[in-house]
């Protein structure tokens, strides 16, 4: 199978600290490299996960909180001391290209490639790229600031053939990828041969939902059901829901309930409060409703 790899680059919450960076991640679907979110410390996490720097040409920023975004404005100028010239996507809420355009003119003047700013409103699911293999679309979260989740689905692929059967049965090559593509063969005598004879099942469609920030919203289970990964924002523990709902962040329970609604493959736990020096408890609390729960952590990769 293609690459799709998550790289968890800080999984912390509100402000760094020994034990955990800021929030930002690195996705390679078929490697090409998308950053979600670029908190404080994001270069320094990017150069110690060994991931190729130069090739990141996509940023997705969730929404303006400091945690989500300091670092954004540091890489575009490192970017630009390493000699960069391949345009730089930056994909955020519209509102931020008021204050980027601000800083880029102040620090970045004299860049010799262009940051290409592509807003979006956080409020309304779109999709904010698009190619022949993968589509990302924008999740609305519910949190204190216009904030947005990101969906990574694969587009699905033809069939794979079967090249025993497709030389038994004399088919020839410029036939191929039709016959992938769901045709069926038809031998000079007039015998049909089905495609499902011909063929095996393509490679399951794999999706990543990114859902960080958020309170506890259930409407989005099925925007994102069936993804192969869901991270979710686990600040809180249960005993803590109501601290979780004044500042619009989930409890474990909670992102739990939601990987468990939208039939999720896996849950990864994300967003930590600095305030659990154990956060296996928040681990625990997401396998009682969601077995399969892991806790992000720098410089983890999963792969799907």
């Known amino acids: ?9 800080g999984c912390g919450s509100a402000t760094p600290s020994p034990k955990h960076f800021t929030s930002s991640q690195i996705v390679n679907v078929r490697e090409k490299l998308f950053m979600i979110d670029c908190g404080d410390g994001t270069q320094i996490q990017i ?6 720097f130069a090739r990141i040409n996509h940023i997705l920023i969730s929404h303006l909180h400091g945690d989500h975004c300091f670092g954004l404005l540091g890489i575009i100028s490192s970017f630009g001391l390493l000699g960069r010239t391949a345009p730089l996507f930056v994909h955020a809420p519209q509102e931020m290209w008021k ?3 601000q800083e880029l ?4 003047r004299d860049l010799e490639f262009s940051v290409e700013f592509q ?5 309304r699911i779109q999709t904010i790229y698009d190619d022949r293999s993968l589509c990302i679309e924008t999740i609305p979260l519910k949190h204190r600031v216009p904030c947005a989740g990101f969906l990574f689905r694969e587009k699905p692929t033809p069939d794979h053939l079967n090249r ?3 030389d038994f049965y004399g088919v020839p090559m410029w036939d191929y990828n039709r016959i992938k593509s769901g045709g069926d063969f038809t031998m000079p005598d007039g015998t049909v041969i089905p495609h499902s004879r ?3 099942p393509s490679d399951p469609v794999r999706s990543y939902a990114y859902c960080c920030d958020t309170a506890f919203n259930p409407s989005m289970a099925g925007q994102i059901h069936g993804a192969s990964l869901v991270y979710h924002d686990c600040t809180y523990s249960n005993e803590d829901e109501d601290r979780a709902k004044l500042h619009h962040h989930s409890t474990a329970g909670q992102a739990a309930a939601i990987a468990r609604d939208a039939a999720a493959g896996q849950l990864m736990l994300g967003h930590f409060s600095a305030r659990y020096d154990d956060e296996s408890v928040l681990l625990q609390q997401a396998r009682e409703t969601f077995p399969n729960s892991i806790l992000a952590k720098e410089g983890l990769t999963i792969s799907l």
């Open 1 to 9: 199978m293609e690459k799709f790899d998550v790289t968890i680059l």
């Open 47 to 52: 150069r110690r996960a060994r991931q190729a």
């Open 99 to 101: 204050i980027l355009e």
């Open 105 to 108: 003119q102040f620090y970045c």
């Open 119 to 123: 807003g979006f409103d956080p409020s």
């Open 164 to 166: 025993e059967m497709a």
């Open 198 to 200: 011909l063929t095996t």
